[in-house]
């Protein structure tokens, strides 16, 4: 099986960078992704990474250390439309089945 | 831009009835998932579909759970004798041929069961 661990809640500030940690336990390791869900919304894809380093789209970037089962979502010049859920998930080999972290409430501040 | 829908937005039913839940994935998808997240928990797997047919489904998804797909465009999930626990909002999900990651999700149903 997997495990997933995030922070519960970040705070930040706008115009800040934040970034959320995730370390997980896994067997067959593929990918892991990160997504994005406003309250009362669906989740939306935010990224996915399989190999290890840094993958960047716009404001937001995704890390990945497969030696350390670890990886990060780095938020950049925060706005308020920012707070919101963030998920980690991981994709096992021969699954295209994410199990989703607890996820981290992010609450930016003015 | 295509997107996943599902309907209806929110559903009150008694314990020990059936629900239907509804959604129609993005018209050029072949992967399909149903989710859950019980009111501040986690997004939790139930089942996915491919080729018509159950391809993985979690020890949520037992018995009184049941997908179809009965036409080209829908694809629905039936709980026979709804519990209070199945109170939850259930999202439904699709994903695109070689896109083995990025799935996309409907706005979901909130079930509520009293």
């Known amino acids: 099986g997997q495990s997933l661990e995030q922070p519960s809640e970040v705070t930040a500030v706008e115009g800040a960078i934040v970034q959320i940690n995730c370390t997980y336990q896994t067997s067959g390791f593929y990918g892991l992704s990160w997504y994005q869900q406003h309250d009362g919304g669906a989740p939306t894809f935010l990224s996915y990474n399989a190999l290890d380093g840094l993958e960047e789209t716009g404001r937001f970037s995704s890390f990945l250390s497969r030696s350390d089962s670890y990886g990060y979502l780095l938020l950049q010049e925060l706005q308020m439309k920012d707070s919101a859920s963030y998920f980690c998930?991981?994709?096992?080999?021969?699954?295209?089945?994410?199990?989703f972290g607890r996820g981290t409430s992010l609450i930016v501040h003015p | 831009e295509p997107e996943v829908t599902q309907t209806p937005s929110h559903q009150v039913t008694q314990m020990g009835q059936e629900v239907i839940l509804r959604c129609v994935p993005i018209?050029?998808?072949?992967?399909f998932y149903w989710y859950r997240q019980i009111l501040g928990q986690k997004v939790e797997f139930l089942v996915s579909?491919?080729?018509?047919?159950?391809?993985?489904k979690s020890e949520i998804f037992d018995d009184q759970f049941s997908v179809e797909r009965p036409d080209g465009s829908n694809f629905t999930l039936k709980i026979r004798s709804t519990k209070l626990e199945d109170s939850a909002m259930y999202f439904c999900?699709?994903?695109?041929?070689?896109?083995?990651?990025?799935?996309?999700f409907g706005p979901g149903t909130r079930l509520t069961v009293t």
């Open positions: 018209s050029n998808h072949l992967y």
């Open positions: 579909f491919y080729n018509n047919e159950i391809s993985e």
């Open positions: 998930a991981v994709r096992e080999g021969g699954s295209y089945i994410p199990t």
């Open positions: 999900a699709s994903m695109g041929a070689g896109q083995a990651y990025e799935q996309y």
